[in-house]
């Protein structure tokens, strides 16, 4: 297994042979306006360039979008990819959308497992920040507020866990407990909006996490990139001493496991 973190929750992950792009947010650095209901309206986003050329990125075999937020999905993946890439959502809205993007090839998770290729792909949920607070908020300026995770699972590879956008909540835990995943990649730059809470880990919900998969690898993606974020990859540096099967890695660098 190869993981690649691109920037943001934008990866790539190389499973049993089989190259998947998660979430790709591909415009240039500064392209968007700071999101209004969150922190540092200010700032435009993405902070950062892209590592590496958008050719390189979507060089793929399948798609996982998690959710449509636009720092998960953007004008430029829709110009960026073949339309008849395999592609998978968590919904029949996502996959409309999708549809009415052009693409042609798209099929919805389900939780139960969905094979493709010699892979099974579980869809899990989470809480996009504390579900009766933030999902007015969402509903208020047009976003959906729900966000899928993904289990992976083949004969020839260990289990890999993508929390997606969601804090440290009672599913999650029991998806630790149900797949044992081997490797998690979690999204955790402690996101917030105007109110304080915020929508994605922070650090203490990764040390929640850590506690809980100590025989695990645990990757922290999602960093330095959108304007709301709260925690930085620096602010995550202490955590390393005490967990040692904690890794934060840079964009570009690969991970080989």
């Known amino acids: 297994m190869e993981i690649t973190q691109v920037r943001n929750a934008t990866i790539i992950v190389n499973y049993s042979g089989t190259k998947f792009l998660i979430d790709p947010w591909l415009g240039p650095k500064e392209y968007m306006e700071g999101f209004i209901s969150g922190v540092n309206s200010q700032i435009r986003q993405p902070r950062v360039d892209l590592p590496m050329e958008i050719s390189k990125i979507v060089n793929v075999d399948a798609v996982i979008v998690t ?46 497992g969905t094979e493709y290729k010699n892979i099974k792909l579980y869809k899990t949920s989470g809480e996009h920040g504390i579900r009766e607070i933030i999902e007015p908020i969402c509903k208020q300026v047009g976003m959906d507020y729900d966000a899928m995770g993904i289990v992976f699972k083949a004969n020839n590879e260990k289990t890999l866990y993508i929390t997606g956008d969601t804090i440290w909540c009672k599913e999650v835990e029991e998806y630790l407990a149900k797949f044992s995943p081997d490797i998690i990649i979690a999204n955790t730059c402690g996101a917030t909006v105007l109110n304080g809470e ?48 904690l890794l934060i890695p840079k964009d570009g660098e690969i991970i080989k496991l």
Do not use: C
């Not at 339309?83 to 996502?94: A, G, H, Y």
């Not at 929640?208 to 930085?232: E, F, G, Q, R, Y």
């Open 198 to 245: 915020r929508l994605i880990m922070n650090k203490e919900d990764l040390i929640n996490l850590l506690i809980h998969s100590s025989k695990a690898t645990v990757i922290a993606s999602h960093m330095d990139t959108v304007s709301h974020l709260t925690v930085t990859r620096n602010d995550l540096k202490e955590l390393t001493y005490k967990h040692k099967n």
């Open 67 to 112: 959710h449509l937020h636009p720092d998960h999905w953007d004008e430029y993946a829709t110009k960026a990819l073949d339309k008849n890439i395999k592609m998978f959502v968590q919904s029949e809205r996502d996959k409309e959308f999708m549809q009415n993007e052009g693409f042609k090839n798209i099929e919805i998770l389900s939780s139960n």
